[in-house]
């Protein structure tokens, strides 16, 4: 349609649907691909997926997507128990269904580092850990 001039249009009966999050269910332990899942299960898996994928290495992702490890490798771990929360809760607050990261609980073992932690979700809550193989690269 064509604009006219003088003529206002309100858009008053637009509607925000928001659709179900329906994706593909990743079996981790066989490394297969089966069935459907959608909601908490669906947002765990996206959080795995995120804490998985080094950010700004693949063409195929944006900007945004991923989590920041690499430039921690080497650093001093008070550096590291810091900065890992932080890249954390940036990462996955890029999804649009996570609200917020909380209650972190940081830990170390020959230089590796294992963070426990909180998301809030649209439809619920997940308790998450990330371990973090430092003297592994």
Known sequence: MIPVAGKTTFLQDIQEVQYPNL????????????????????????????????RY?????????????EALFGQPLPYVYSELPRRIKEALLYDDR??????????????DVTALFTVVT???T?????EVQFNHV
């Open 23 to 54: 994706t593909y269910k990743m079996n981790f332990e066989d490394e297969t691909i089966r069935n459907y899942t959608n909601d908490l299960e669906a947002i765990e898996q996206a959080c795995y997926k995120i804490l998985s994928t080094e």
């Open 122 to 124: 649209t439809a619920g």
């Open 98 to 111: 996570i609200s917020d990261v909380t209650d972190f609980q940081l830990s170390h073992k020959k230089g």
């Open 126 to 130: 997940l308790e998450l850990s990330k």
């Open 57 to 69: 290495r693949y063409i195929i992702y944006s900007w945004g997507y991923g989590i920041e490890l």
